[in-house]
């Protein structure tokens, strides 16, 4: 059964070049609510612990270093069908292949700095979520 949140953060890159709150004003008119916000900074052991499933991949030490470049701004969102629709909302990992009018062909640098993570199914966005946030963060 699908649930009605899910989670994503603003990457060091679109943090960057100022697409904050253009990005926000996107999903919240794509019909998500913000249940939770903060901006940070991830240290390379967190950012090593937040990609642990993709310790093993060649790419894993470059994007810890990446993630702990800059600020992040994490977010649970909470819509019906949530996941699916804002994995639609992002665009494909690699801008060039994401759909017009995405967040990713929009602000996306490259394949790596690609300004958005979104989580990929219902129990990695909860997973995601508690890492950034306590439950009394929750709005």
Sequence with gaps: M????????????????G????IIKMIEEAGFRIVAIKKTQL???????????HRERPFYNDL???????????????KENAVADFR????????AQ??????????AKSIEANAIHGSDSDENAEIEGN?????????
């Design 98 to 107: 994401a759909e017009e009018g995405t967040i990713r062909k929009l602000y």
């Design 131 to 139: 890492f950034f946030f306590a439950a009394t963060e929750l709005y």
């Design 88 to 95: 639609k909302l992002i665009g494909a990992t690699n801008p």
């Design 2 to 17: 699908a649930t009605n949140r899910t989670f994503t953060m603003i990457k060091p890159d679109a943090v960057d070049a």
């Design 43 to 53: 240290t390379g052991e967190r950012a090593g612990q937040f990609y642990a499933v």
């Design 19 to 22: 697409h904050i709150g253009a």
């Design 64 to 78: 810890r270093t990446y993630m702990s470049s800059g600020a992040i701004v994490p977010m649970i969102l909470e």
